[in-house]
């Protein structure tokens, strides 16, 4: 089986926040973890916070308001120091609690749901964060080990067929319906999954990115385990 170094060669790892948010992408490096080994019972604040809908944000006021153990207690301090760190650095952080996202109905074949490989694109200087607290986490894929599908020539002549325009307006379609953000894995590909506990940052298409994106995707989901997800 093929190693997975590729994406291993395009991660930094730190030990600090302000580490996490101050080094700079470069060369191959689109993708740094603050590594961590959390304490805290995670999992008795999603069990309490349960939601009956697919998905719900939770707010410190949520937390606050929770009865808990003394794990529970200390995770809940995690969450809310996390949130802050974020904050502070100018980012919007939200804290889900989540059984599944929504997926594309029926026999799709160019899915562009966030279980397909994907990059985040923003029209001005960003990157994304996230952290999985409990639950199954996300991957990321190696750009050397993906292919844009946009670019796949069967998968290409396939679009043009329910592309109703004009030739030279061909690529602006692909962008205005996020085709062109989506990713497929090499044979052979090996993605690297997240983890539960590590605070990452990865790198988003923007103008002023000197690296490449990060390819990433969301996890299945295990039957009847919901996920506690920080994302910005």
């Known amino acids: 089986m093929k190693e997975a170094s590729q994406a291993i060669n395009q991660i930094q790892y730190v030990s600090n926040f302000q580490d996490l948010v101050s080094t700079p992408f470069q060369g191959d ?6 590594t961590r080994s959390l304490s805290g019972d995670f999992a008795e604040i999603v069990r309490k916070l349960a939601p009956k809908e697919n998905m719900c944000e939770l707010e410190v006021e949520d937390l606050l308001a929770l009865a808990l153990s003394d794990e529970g207690k200390l995770a809940r301090d995690i969450l809310i120091q996390d949130m802050k760190f974020l904050e502070t650095h100018g980012a919007s952080p939200i804290l889900n609690i989540i059984k599944c996202y929504e997926r594309e109905d029926g026999d799709v074949f160019f899915p562009t749901d966030v279980y397909s490989f994907h990059v985040d694109r923003s029209p001005v200087p960003a ?104 994302i910005c």
């Open 127 to 230: 990157d994304t964060f996230l952290c999985t607290y409990y639950g199954a986490s996300s991957d990321i894929l190696a750009n050397a080990d993906a292919e844009q599908k946009v670019l796949v020539p069967e998968i290409r002549e396939a679009l043009k067929k329910i592309f109703d325009g004009s030739a030279e307006d061909f690529d602006s379609f692909l962008v205005e319906h996020f085709f062109d953000l989506h990713y497929r894995a090499k044979t052979n590909a090996v993605p690297i999954n997240l983890g539960v506990g590590q605070l990452w940052r990865l790198a988003v298409d923007h103008p002023e990115s000197t690296v490449l994106p990060c390819i990433h995707r969301a996890p299945k989901e295990k039957d009847g385990e919901l996920r506690l997800l920080l």
């Open 29 to 34: 490096i689109n993708a740094i973890c603050w």
